[in-house]
């Protein structure tokens, strides 16, 4: 609200809780601010007006004996002019309108590692060797015939003899046999006929 040191409200916020605090960002004006100088002298300066927060982060951390936070903040402002100024926070930091202060609050041990990922291993197929049966060639050209192992499935394959083509082979194979037969007993009979010749004296 206005009027209210916002420095002694965060100190004061940060007493009341056990883990570290974090100021992030802060938005509003800002009438009165005491502000460490940047050089090695190490005083202090007072700036009084209407000044516009730009930025305000820090960290405020416990100590180990239990007494002041250690830490520090620091604020960026912007008078009317559009000048900038800003340094650590050494004193008042008087809100003249209402300023919103975004904290953080960590606690101390309260983090959790995440469990390394699994990595998917997946089964890999070896591949199936051709086994060289004979070799020839063609038009000048070499030849490999191979044939799969017994290891490889052939359910699937489709069947390159049928019923049909076993029917029609055995009868060809009738045919063929039959007319070898009756060609075979012509041949004898002319074997076993004698010859009758006439010779006219």
Do not use: W
């Not at 100021?23 to 460490?36: Q, Y």
């Not at 101390?108 to 051709?130: C, D, S």
């Not at 499935?153 to 045919?175: K, R, W």
């Amino acid at each position: 609200m206005a009027g209210e040191d916002i420095a002694a409200r965060i100190m004061s916020f940060s007493q009341g809780e056990p883990g570290a605090i974090c100021v992030f960002s802060a938005c509003g004006l800002i009438s009165k601010a005491t502000l460490r100088r940047p050089n090695s002298s190490g005083g202090t300066v007072t700036y009084e007006g209407r000044y516009e927060i730009l930025s305000l982060s820090g960290s405020l951390m416990p100590a180990d004996n239990g007494g002041s936070r250690a830490g520090g903040i620091v604020v960026s402002l912007a008078d009317p002019d559009g000048r900038v100024l800003g340094g650590g926070m050494a004193g008042l930091l008087v809100a003249e309108t209402p300023v919103q202060v975004v904290l953080g609050s960590f606690l101390p041990g309260n983090h959790k590692e995440r469990p390394p990922k699994r990595q998917r291993t997946e089964p890999v197929t070896p591949p199936v060797p051709a086994i060289p049966v004979s070799e020839g060639g063609y038009m000048g050209q070499d030849l490999t015939f191979v044939s799969l192992p017994p290891s490889v499935h052939t359910g699937d394959l489709p069947s390159l003899v049928t019923n049909e083509g076993l029917a029609d082979q055995e009868a060809d194979n009738n045919v063929s046999t039959e007319g070898e037969s009756d060609d075979d007993s012509d041949d004898d009979d002319d074997g076993d006929s004698p010859s009758n010749l006439e010779i006219a004296g």
